[in-house]
């Protein structure tokens, strides 16, 4: 099982990106997927997450600018990150728990992360 993370880059401030992150191999079932995000120097810190069933959690600094989905019948996350700030400027990393074919029980895996820039 992998998580194929894409869509960052470099934005001004106010602009917008949508990062896709895509989990592939011998999956049964994915539970709650999300993103998380690290800035130079600081941990991990969560951004959005959203359960299988589609209720959401939000980071507070991103409600009401980003907006997490899924597409179940893909495997799919995304992160629509409209109105952004340099602060959030960071390397995104997708998050999926996920039942794999033949195992015991759920497992955590995460994408490779992603870089968005945003900068004038």
């Known amino acids: 099982v992998q998580l194929q993370a894409s869509g960052g880059g470099l934005v001004q401030p106010g602009g917008s990106l949508r990062l896709s992150c895509a989990a592939s191999?011998?999956?049964?079932?994915?539970?709650?997927m999300g993103w998380y995000r690290q800035a130079p120097g600081k941990q991990r810190e969560l951004v959005a997450v959203?359960?299988?069933?589609?209720?959401?959690n939000y980071q507070e600094s991103v409600k009401g600018r980003f907006t997490i989905s899924r597409d179940n019948a893909r495997n799919t996350v995304y992160l629509q990150m409209n109105s952004l700030k340099p602060e959030d400027t960071a390397v995104y990393y997708c998050?999926?728990?996920?039942?794999?074919?033949?195992?015991?029980?759920?497992?955590?895996?995460w994408g490779q992360g992603t870089l968005v820039t945003v900068s004038s």
């Open positions: 191999g011998s999956i049964f079932s994915i539970n709650v």
């Open positions: 998050n999926a728990a996920i039942y794999r074919h033949g195992s015991s029980g759920w497992s955590d895996y």
């Open positions: 959203i359960s299988s069933g589609g209720n959401t």
